[in-house]
């Protein structure tokens, strides 16, 4: 329980540095927000938790291939920026584009049922 706490904990305060960064720093608050972060504190947490090295090579490649298709949830907020699209018009596209095109793949790829390392 401890360790789900501590791993909450760190999470927030990531939430908290990038959201207090943006309204003055934004690019360090995107430098934060891109900091592989989360990435390395869950493979250090999954280790301590015993994942062996097969699982951990599946979610790195797995991570690797997904990432980059995720990306197109910023297309919306990055096109004419000074028009007048609310941001929960900008947020709500940018989650449709991630969303379709994680989807796509996992349709395209048999969905969650992969591969497993543990039979």
């Not at 504190?41 to 690797?64: I, K, M, P």
């Not at 000074?82 to 018009?89: G, Q, R, T």
């Not at 991630?98 to 790829?109: D, E, F, N, P």
Request: overall charge neutral; proline content about 4%; some cysteine.
């Amino acid at each position: 329980m401890l360790l789900y706490l501590l791993k909450a904990l760190i999470a927030g305060v990531i939430i908290v540095a990038v959201s207090e960064f943006a309204q003055s720093q934004p690019r360090l608050g995107a430098v934060i927000l891109c900091l592989p972060l989360t990435t390395l504190l869950a493979f250090v947490a999954a280790h301590v938790e015993g994942t062996d090295a097969q699982n951990l090579s599946l979610l790195a490649r797995d991570s690797l291939i997904l990432v980059p298709l995720t990306l197109g949830f910023y297309l919306p907020f990055v096109i004419q920026p000074n028009a007048s699209i609310s941001f929960w018009l900008r947020f709500s596209s940018g989650l449709v584009i991630a969303v379709a095109t994680v989807s796509i793949y996992l349709w395209r790829t048999g969905g969650f049922q992969i591969e497993t390392a543990r039979a």
